[in-house]
Structure formats: structure tokens, C-alpha cells
């Protein structure tokens, strides 16, 4: 067996055993397998063992690895998780099932228009600036109602809401604001978690987790 695949199944008992551990009812979070930087070749076995939802940064790359796999493989699942540039929003909204990413008026505008001319409906999660910091993109706290309201506007099609909290700070607080904030919009999915604290963010009920070196291991 695969190490990937190895590595898979430990995370899904990980889950398993978490959700056991729960006084509270909490729904099953899809795993999605980080594939950034990864050659197709150390993806296939997990391909091939019939996991289905698969994360990329940057859509050149996406393009390059998965057109051909997509085609062949129409279960597959394809999700953008990094910053998205709006010249690369035709390209994206052509590959990628969901992306996790959306943070600005004119990204939304963009991808609104492409949606219609493609006459497709990616699934959307809002990035939320959940830790206030000036390096990373995302909505304010304060200014998420204005935007979803924007976005529901242009017949997005939002789900949920996506945040990565501060590195090496305890992430429940910034879990905790992400599950109030959707609830008070209405929305249903949770994008948060990685590697270090994807058993933390279930607790707070993520239904989506982002794993990258946990499955594939270390980049390089």
C-alpha cells in the first residue's frame, strides 16, 4: 500500500475517532488531499484508491496537472485554496469546483461573468481575515455581511466561509468566531483546518479540511 494512501486512512480513523469522542453532533468533514507542488505521479495512488477532492494554489499548475485527469476521471473534485488573480479567473472558473478564496468586490464581479459565460456555478467559500493580519487577504470581520450581501447580489453561489487563523496561536478562539459568523449568515459549509489543527477546527464544525503534509508529506 501507498504511503499516501496509509497516510489517508490514519486521518480518516483521526476523524472517526474524534467525531466518537463528541457529546455534540457533528457532521462528517470532506477531506481534501492538498496537492500543491506535487507531481502527479505521488498523487495517482490516492487517485486510484478512489479519493475524490484534491486542492491547488496556483491554477497554471492545476491546468498543467489535472485537465487531462478531470477528463478521465469525472468524479473528481477540484478546489483553489490560494489567492486567485483575476486574469486567471476564465481559467479558474473552468477547471475548479469550488474555490475557497474569493476575498474582493472585483474577484466576485469577475467570476460572476465568467460564470455566465461559461454558464457553470462554482461552489464559493468567502475568505475571512479572522486574525485581522495585514499579510494575509480575506473580508474583514466587520465588512462580511456588506460582502456576502454583494455577492448573493451577482447570484454567487456562496457556501460557506474559509479562514487560516494566525500561525503558532491556539486556533479555537478564531474557530470559534468562524462557526458564529456563518450561522449568523445562514450558511451551511466550514472551510478551515490544516495539517496541525484539522481535528481542532472538526470540534468547531469544519466540513471541509485542507491536508497537505500529512498525506503527501514534507515539500521540498
Known amino acids: 500500500m501507498h504511503v499516501t494512501i496509509k497516510n489517508l486512512l490514519k486521518i480518516n480513523e483521526n476523524v472517526k475517532t474524534n467525531l466518537q469522542n463528541e457529546t455534540k453532533t457533528l457532521a462528517v468533514p470532506k477531506i ?3 496537492s500543491k507542488t506535487f507531481k502527479i505521479d505521488h498523487i495517482m495512488p490516492l487517485i486510484n484508491h478512489g479519493h475524490l477532492d484534491y486542492a491547488e494554489n496556483k ?6 496537472k489535472w ?6 476521471n469525472k468524479n473528481i ?3 483553489l485554496i490560494g489567492g486567485l488573480q483575476t486574469n486567471k479567473v476564465k481559467n479558474a472558473v473552468q477547471l475548479f469546483d469550488y474555490i475557497h ?3 474582493s468586490k472585483k474577484l466576485a464581479d469577475k467570476i460572476s461573468n465568467q460564470q455566465k459565460e461559461q454558464n457553470v456555478e462554482t461552489k464559493i467559500f468567502i475568505q475571512v481575515n479572522i486574525g485581522k ?3 494575509k487577504s480575506g473580508i474583514p ?3 462580511l455581511f456588506d460582502f456576502y450581501k454583494y455577492c448573493k447580489n451577482l447570484n454567487l453561489n456562496i457556501i460557506g466561509l474559509m479562514c ?3 500561525y503558532n496561536q491556539d486556533s479555537s478562539k478564531y474557530f470559534l468566531k468562524m462557526k458564529e459568523l456563518n450561522k449568523k449568515i445562514g450558511l451551511k459549509e466550514l472551510s478551515m483546518g490544516m495539517s496541525a489543527d484539522y481535528l481542532n477546527a472538526i470540534k468547531y464544525g469544519s466540513t471541509f479540511v485542507r491536508i497537505g503534509s500529512d498525506i503527501f508529506g514534507k515539500r521540498y
Open 101 to 103: 478564496s474569493l476575498d
Open 77 to 79: 473534485k477540484l478546489h
Open 133 to 135: 493580519e495585514e499579510q
Open 32 to 34: 481534501i488531499a492538498v
Open 164 to 166: 487560516i487563523p494566525p
Open 141 to 143: 470581520e466587520e465588512e
Open 59 to 64: 491554477v497554471q499548475e492545476a491546468i498543467e
Open 67 to 72: 485537465t487531462k485527469i478531470k477528463e478521465e
